[in-house]
């Protein structure tokens, strides 16, 4: 199955507590799209959110987040993961 | 410890065996800084690199790639990993 990083950028008064949610919505979610949230990295000072996720493709990995939360990354970029 | 994100975009001429070479001298690097290079993530059609490291500081990190191979990082961001 693909991988993919998606890097949300600077999202204005991002919380530890909002991010939490909008993850769990993710997990809530993924199954419809036959995507696996693995992990995620975020600051919440910065308001940076990356997210590590197993997808059909790109597109299947940026609908879980339309519909969970409506806050689509700014970029998805498919990765492999170190050895 | 802290941890950190570090962000490569557009390495030209990227490959897994220079990619994977680069991360083999972090490793070999890393304990002189007090730095442990957990994972990484790349893709060699767009050159970009991702690599989750421990340090006790975003300047620690830094020199580790200095030090190992002389590829910095575009961006290193403190990051919490999700629950």
């Not at 909008?22 to 696996?36: C, E, F, G, I, M």
């Not at 990995?61 to 170190?82: F, S, W």
Request: proline letters at 4%; hydrophobic letters at 40%; charged letters at 30%.
């Amino acid at each position: 199955m693909p991988l993919f990083l998606d890097i949300h950028r600077h999202i204005p008064g991002l919380t530890k507590d909002a991010v939490e949610g909008a993850h769990q919505r993710d997990l809530a979610t993924q199954s419809k799209h036959d995507a696996k949230f693995l992990n995620y990295w975020f600051n919440d000072r910065t308001g940076d959110v990356f997210c590590l996720v197993e997808a059909p493709s790109k597109e299947a990995a940026v609908r879980v987040h339309q519909e969970a939360h409506g806050l689509v990354a700014d970029e998805v970029v498919e990765v492999r993961e170190g050895e």
